[in-house]
């Protein structure tokens, strides 16, 4: 499997507010660490199903970091707060998910080990 490479989209950065440079640096830098860490995965594992699953774990962990800024918005604003911050993270986990299923071949591999999943998932459920 190919080596993962992932950025932070301009559009998302130039809709942060401009008196705040540290926010685009987190972004940069947060990025940065996941395409390590997913990187080491794919070194680490021994083949590319292994790959597939361990990347898929942390897909999950976005898709739920994602759900998170996403209930958080309609509350910053119910409490006059500004959601732009909520909003930027919320769109730069989407962004990475999408990311990581645009990568070659490892768009496959995830949606292969996701369907395996489903299935296995569903087969437990069906025992009880």
Known sequence: MDEISLGVPEPLLDR?????????????EAVGGWEQ?????????EDERE???RILEAIE?????????????????????????????RTLYADVVAQLYEHDDLG???ER???ARLVEDGIRLQDL
């Open 51 to 53: 790959a597939a699953g």
């Open 37 to 45: 860490q997913l990187n080491r995965v794919i070194e680490e594992s």
């Open 61 to 89: 962990r976005f898709e739920d970091r994602y759900q998170t800024y996403d209930e958080l918005v309609p509350e910053l604003r119910a409490w006059g707060q500004s959601p732009i911050y909520a909003i930027a993270w």
């Open 113 to 115: 080990e996701r369907n």
């Open 16 to 28: 942060l507010p401009e008196d705040d440079a540290t926010a685009a640096t987190d972004m940069q």
């Open 108 to 110: 496959e591999h995830l």
